[in-house]
């Protein structure tokens, strides 16, 4: 298989175009643009522009998400807002949202945000990154689909729900945490599968709640494990961060929460919940203080014995800065099926997939 390599800012113009041929306001298009086209930079291509083929085409098309974003407010104190999406697109609804948080930081201090009735907002790393250019700490979280066991149950009626917190830093890259709480994406699973391999044990059960190899059984009735996997090795520490974080999206904002967040091919909308927080870090102590601080933090870290046949330590983020860095450079790869898909979807939507491509390599597998 093949990857080919697109410029990032060709992308995001294409993405956009996209969105617009489905009734998307161009400015919002844009911020959905940026959003997906960020994931691919970071590496992060399971919630890139792969995700235009088999989400966000058809939930628009058929009326599943509103193209038209509508961010009502329902609930305002002098710290918090709560927000109704409006089953508008994800990513629009997030940056927005964030955006409000940001604001009402910047003049209290701190604020958290809840917001309902939304849709798969991509990677939670951007929205918690939008904090560090204004001396705050970001936090970002949101529930999904059920895709994941709870400890000691059968089927999967939780979301994978990510957690990410952000902090600045001075000469090192920011710390970003962006992780799901799952032992592994269902995308890897799904990978498994097409390659006729058997995934690893731990890493999801069958229909009866039995750990499996078979990545079919997983795909089948079965669902991934919570991060750490079964409770021998305290999966049921994920399921808590599950839980948590449905319990500040779902449960405390009025979205949908565990097995009632609508499925990707449910007529119903998603009625996913998001949560944000951001708080001025010169409440605590200056700005300059905690960045030099958190350098020290991160350098001693780094600079600890690593283990045999390892050459480098790395923080939360890390990894994907450099990869943002290589690929902004270089071009985004995707995958030769990747191309064909949004080549296929574009053709349907009227927005033939037609940018330059800048070079072509043999996929390796990392």
Known sequence: MKVYLYEANALKDYVSRFFAQLQVPMEEAKIAADVLVSANLRGIDSHGVIRLHGYYAGRL?????????????????????????????????????????????????????????????GIAAYYGMMALPHGMIGVSLTNSRPLMVPTYAANAIMGTNPICLTAPANDEFPFVLDMATSVVSLGKVQYHQKKGEPIPQGWGVDGKGDLTTDPIDVLKGGGVLPLGGDDLHSGYKGYGLSMMVDLLCGVLSGAAFGMEVGHIHEAKPSNVGH??????????????????????????????????????????????????????????????DTVESLSKTGAEVGVKFDITCLSSEEYKEA
């Not at 994907?320 to 995958?335: A, C, I, Y």
């Open 275 to 336: 949560f944000f927080a951001a708080f001025k870090i010169e409440n605590f102590i200056p700005l300059n203080e905690f960045k030099s601080r958190m350098d020290k933090f991160i350098q001693n870290l780094k600079n600890a014995e690593k283990a045999r046949v390892r050459e480098r330590i790395y923080i939360p983020g890390e990894k994907e800065f450099e990869m943002e860095q290589e690929r902004t450079q270089k071009g985004v790869p995707l995958l030769e």
């Open 61 to 121: 098309r058929d009326g599943r998400i509103d193209p038209i974003s509508k961010l009502t407010l329902v609930k305002e104190t002098p710290f918090n807002l709560l927000f109704d999406g409006g089953n508008g697109l994800g990513p629009v609804i997030a940056y927005w949202a964030m955006k409000r948080c940001i604001e009402k930081a910047s003049q209290t201090g701190l604020s958290m945000v809840g917001v309902k009735n939304s849709n798969h907002f």
